[in-house]
């Protein structure tokens, strides 16, 4: 059965053709903001819903209008630029239905729109667009030309969708393909337990540790004198864009890092096992601010702000998106499990008490006397949770 998947490659355009990518993007990103600007206006002074048919009937008076401009463009790419404000609109409402701090839709400025989408290969766009060549791949972009891509790996199944994203200096084009074959891996017959943290980025429960490189941190001195010097920079000078430049590097640095890292132990963990269980982590609520309010503040505000940055650098989100995609993809079982008190009980007798954990990485039982490395023991308990759950789904 086929799958769903993106494939990212880092294009290397001409210096022409750059200037023609940024102009690309930056026209819609000027149309996003129009049509923004129209549906505030339109409800505000007439009562009036615009909606996303409306504006796209509208595009070709704009692009007639502005033939060296707007109409430069793939019509079906700004289509999608406007779909994508009708997506943000939809989310909204959903929000303020659910309760949730709404959020409305916000006007897009200079590096805040950084990706232009193609609907549909061959409309406007063309991967592979010279097939001819002997060792270089291409990709066409209405108004923009044949830009040569580094294809560092095969293309499986079919395209569907074309995007191009700016990363600083980087530009990358992102092929979402449909029908790609999975790739089952042979079966091991093993089931694992992953325990998640910041000292170590995993733990199986058959006490395999892979440490955390903490990109961040790492790259936390170089990021501290670009703040520092972008800080001292004057506002609108070409001096305070190339410091912006070089901060937005070592952030981009710091990303592809930490998805480095995720691949590589995504993969290792499915090549090695059957069954992988992991914690059912609110990553979100986890990392949430503890500052308070004015009337009631918040405590240890400067501590949990030092654990929510760790937790964030570790990159716990990325990983379990590689983790999911990969074990899709390699026929393996992927469980989540409630995470509470997984590091409190005791997987030799099942007592469960604060006093268990000693320390971070500590874990001696206070009925059995059992000890342990603190990440095992709570990894082992994951692993039977999730085959728990994995027997009451089968008897069911």
């Given at each position: 059965m086929g799958v769903r998947r993106s494939f990212?490659?880092?294009?290397?355009?001409?210096?022409?053709?750059?200037?023609?990518?940024?102009?690309?993007?930056?026209?819609?990103?000027?149309?996003?903001?129009?049509?923004?600007?129209?549906?505030?206006?339109?409800?505000?002074?007439?009562?009036?819903?615009?909606?996303?048919?409306?504006?796209?009937a509208e595009l070709k008076h704009i692009r007639a209008d502005d033939p060296a401009g707007q109409g430069r463009w793939s019509f079906s790419s700004q289509q999608a630029t406007l779909r994508r404000l009708d997506t943000a609109f939809r989310e909204f409402f959903a929000r303020v239905r659910q309760g949730r701090v709404p959020g409305f839709p916000r006007f897009k400025g200079r590096g805040w729109f950084d990706t232009v989408t193609w609907p549909k290969d061959g409309d406007g766009c063309r991967w592979n667009s010279q097939p001819e060549h002997p060792t270089a791949t291409f990709v066409r972009l209405q108004g923009i030309g044949h830009v040569r891509v580094h294809r560092h790996r095969p293309v499986r199944g079919r395209v569907k969708t074309i995007s191009i994203k700016r990363e600083g200096s980087r530009w990358y084009v992102i092929l979402s393909c449909e029908d790609v074959p999975a790739q089952p891996l042979p079966a091991t017959g093993a089931a694992v337990g992953i325990d998640m943290g910041v000292a170590l980025l995993i733990t199986t429960s058959d006490g395999e540790p892979l440490a955390n490189p903490r990109p961040l941190a790492s790259s936390a001195g170089r990021l501290a004198a670009a703040q520092r010097a972008l800080a001292r920079k004057k506002r609108g000078s070409k001096r305070r864009l190339k410091a912006a430049a070089r901060v937005a590097a070592l952030h981009a640095k710091v990303g592809r890092q930490r998805r480095d890292t995720a691949h590589k132990a995504a993969l290792a963990l499915v090549r090695a096992?059957?069954?992988?269980?992991?914690?059912?982590?609110?990553?979100?609520?986890?990392?949430?601010?503890?500052?308070?309010?004015?009337?009631?503040?918040?405590?240890?505000?400067?501590?949990?702000?030092?654990?929510?940055?760790?937790?964030?650098?570790?990159?716990?989100?990325?990983?379990?998106?590689?983790?999911?995609?990969?074990?899709?993809?390699?026929?393996?079982?992927?469980?989540?499990?409630?995470?509470?008190?997984?590091?409190?009980?005791?997987?030799?007798?099942?007592?469960?008490?604060?006093?268990?954990?000693?320390?971070?990485?500590?874990?001696?039982?206070?009925?059995?006397?059992?000890?342990?490395?603190?990440?095992?023991?709570?990894?082992?308990?994951?692993?039977r949770a999730g085959l728990a759950l994995r027997d009451a789904a089968e008897a069911a």
């Open positions: 990212t490659f880092l294009l290397r355009p001409t210096g022409k053709q750059a200037a023609a990518l940024a102009a690309c993007l930056e026209d819609h990103r000027v149309l996003y903001n129009a049509a923004l600007e129209h549906r505030r206006t339109a409800y505000r002074k007439a009562g009036v819903t615009v909606r996303y048919g409306d504006q796209s096992y059957d069954v992988i269980v992991h914690e059912d982590l609110r990553i979100a609520n986890m990392t949430r601010s503890a500052s308070g309010t004015i009337e009631a503040p918040g405590r240890n505000v400067a501590a949990k702000s030092g654990l929510n940055r760790s937790i964030l650098d570790a990159g716990w989100g990325v990983f379990l998106r590689v983790l999911a995609d990969k074990a899709e993809s390699a026929g393996r079982e992927l469980i989540a499990v409630n995470p509470a008190n997984t590091s409190r009980i005791c997987s030799r007798c099942g007592h469960c008490a604060k006093d268990n954990r000693l320390a971070q990485a500590e874990f001696a039982c206070t009925a059995c006397g059992h000890t342990a490395h603190a990440d095992v023991n709570a990894a082992i308990n994951i692993l």
